[in-house]
């Protein structure tokens, strides 16, 4: 029995709740983990909202929030390889064990080991921001030297794409507003204040001839208003916003699988994919994590720190 915060139905944070349940038996494919870290993610309060329905497999309620989390591996299902008790892991509750909790299923080829030197707190937050950056910056290609645009440079996903990209060699610029300005600065981006004034000819007076590509985690609107300065259409990504296809760009395709996640981790360690932790609640908090989240204006990366 652990203590775990979820919600009894659809609706907005009003319908999240505390509540106490029997540790869940992993199933086929399964690992249970103890806690440790558990990442907080837009997509979390999407699913309690019910805007995702084809993602949240039509569990029944009570639901626990939260799908990244790393952790002990306290008990393993059939058919579970290279994942052993007492091994420290992080990966996706893909499966709805829920991640804000103190124990819960991960789906055991959506998880790897994390290596000796990262820490579990680091490694929660690969899952879904520091793959999505891997995935958005593999699938532009671009060249070193080449000038990427990240849109929404200050959340979760935008701060790890311009570490990795600077790590790649190309010039980032990036939009936020201006709270995101020194954490965004720090990684090397160069800087749009969004609520500033013009955005693209912001941008076009540090690109005159316009950007290579352009990783979009804003959407709507805001993508609409950058994807232009994209030299060629193709090369504009989004990740939240399937949208972009209509612009001529590409929706990212998402690897959640464990070689991912164990290259990410490798990443981490050398420092080139270094998520920007900025806040680490207890599970005590979890309502105050999820509401900066849910606000839609957070930095980097916040995590609910469990154990
Ligand atoms: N496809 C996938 O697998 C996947 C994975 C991860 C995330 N996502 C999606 O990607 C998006 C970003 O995720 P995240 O984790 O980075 O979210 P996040 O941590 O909540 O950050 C979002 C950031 O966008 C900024 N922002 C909002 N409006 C903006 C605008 N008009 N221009 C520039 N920046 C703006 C926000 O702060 P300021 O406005 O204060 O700058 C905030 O820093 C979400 O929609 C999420 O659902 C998809």
Do not use: C
């Not at 790393?70 to 420290?88: F, H, M, Q």
């Not at 879904?128 to 070193?144: E, H, K, R, S, Y």
């Not at 590509?213 to 232009?228: E, H, K, M, P, Q």
């Not at 981490?268 to 005590?284: Q, S, Y």
């Amino acid at each position: 029995m652990g203590q775990a915060w979820g919600f009894g139905r659809h609706g907005g944070p009003e319908v999240q709740e505390f509540f106490d349940r029997p540790d869940p038996v992993p199933g086929r494919g399964e690992v249970l983990i103890r806690v440790d870290v558990a990442g907080v993610n837009p997509l979390d309060h999407m699913l309690r909202s019910g805007l995702v329905p084809g993602l949240d497999g039509g569990r029944p309620f009570p639901r626990v929030l939260g799908m990244e989390a790393a952790g002990t591996v306290l008990a393993r299902g059939e058919d579970v390889d290279g994942l052993e008790l007492g091994d420290a892991v992080f990966g996706f509750a893909l499966t709805g064990g829920g991640t804000y909790a103190e124990t819960t299923v991960l789906s055991a080829p959506n998880t790897a080991r994390i290596p000796a030197g990262l820490s579990a707190t680091v490694a929660a937050t690969l899952p879904v921001a520091g793959t999505t950056a891997v995935d958005a910056l593999d699938q532009l290609g671009l060249p070193a030297g080449a000038t990427l645009l990240v849109n929404g440079v200050g959340g979760g996903v935008g701060l790890a794409v311009a570490r990795l990209a600077a790590g790649r060699g190309l010039r980032v610029i990036g939009t936020g507003s201006s709270a995101k300005r020194e954490h965004a600065e720090t990684v090397g981006v160069q800087f749009i204040d969004y609520a500033a004034g013009d955005v693209a000819a912001a941008a076009r007076e540090l690109a005159a001839g316009g950007v290579d590509g352009i990783a979009d985690l804003v959407g709507g609107a805001s993508l609409r208003t950058v994807a232009a300065l994209a030299r060629d259409p193709r090369n504009v990504v989004a990740v939240g916003d399937a949208s972009v296809s209509e612009l001529g760009g590409r929706f990212v395709e998402r690897r959640l699988d464990r070689e991912n996640l164990e290259r990410s981790a490798r990443l981490a360690l050398d420092g080139l994919l270094a998520p920007v932790i900025t806040a680490v609640h207890p599970l005590a908090d979890a309502p105050a994590a999820l509401a900066t989240v849910e606000h839609g204006h957070t930095s980097g990366k916040v995590v609910i720190k469990v154990a």
